[in-house]
DNA sequence: CGGTATCCCGGCCGATACTG
DNA sequence: CAGTATCGGCCGGGATACCG
């Protein structure tokens, strides 16, 4: 297992340190892990897919935002679009090598999560009871 | 390296999924991932820390919104909080067993986006040129 | 199909003041 | 030190309409 020594270890000689507030990491991090780019990510892990492939996966996601999340994603290098000029048009999303690195990560954390979702509603009711 | 496959596979079986938009796996997430969440995770995965020494090491967190996570991150059950009824008070924060292995999974992640912001960086370099 | 443009509301969140 | 209470702005994001 990584310690924490090792992770935040120099922090203050690496370039980037999405603790600080003006780090641009902090930026990319909430791209990833914000609402709709964490399930974006997650759902384009297993291959390509078209915009409302997309939309249909990631469940209650609008128009709007998914455009919005796909263009950010794109912009840091995350997600590639590939647009072919037929018609009807036919535009396919997938991960780059470096958003696959992420998706992987958040996948991991993902899943994590999921698997601990007894224990988590179990720890609400006691907290909740603890109070009533 | 885990396959897509793999982490997706009988989604309809298992009891979460956070792609779905009522399961509580998603609200969960939010927490963890949100803004102030994850990196009061990250900050906590060292050891445990007092609410004002968390204030500093989270760089622009306001006490309102310190205070908010940690009762959203304790009530989850991935921070536990221990007050000693002293003068001056004197409160500890630290990860629960669920939250340390949360945080592990989060440091991954927020470690391979911090060493791949020269990627990113150059990324949206390309994107922004590609425009003007 | 694959988006963009516009309107607008709720709530996230920061600032400030106050308490035990 | 460790918070809670209250106010207010601003913007995330949903709804709707429109376009190539």
Chains 1, 2 share one sequence.
């Not at 892990?33 to 974006?40: I, P, Q």
């Not at 994590?112 to 009711?125: H, I, P, Y």
Request: proline content about 5%; hydrophobic content about 40%.
């Amino acid at each position: 297992m990584t310690t924490t020594q090792e992770l935040t270890a120099g922090l203050g000689d690496l370039p980037y340190n999405v603790f600080a507030r003006v780090c641009p990491s902090r930026g990319t991090l909430e791209h990833v892990t914000g609402r709709w780019g964490a399930l974006t990510l997650g759902a384009l892990y297993e291959g390509s897919l078209r915009f409302n492939e997309l939309r249909r996966r990631v469940d209650g996601v609008s128009e709007k935002m998914l455009s919005q999340t796909l263009h950010a994603l794109e912009r840091d290098g995350l997600v590639h679009r590939e647009a072919q000029p037929t018609n009807p048009p036919r535009v396919d999303y997938e991960l780059t090598p470096l958003g696959h690195g992420v998706a992987e990560r958040l996948l991991a954390l993902i899943h994590f999560v999921e698997g601990s979702m007894d224990d988590v509603l179990a720890a609400r009711e006691r907290y909740d009871a603890a109070r009533a």
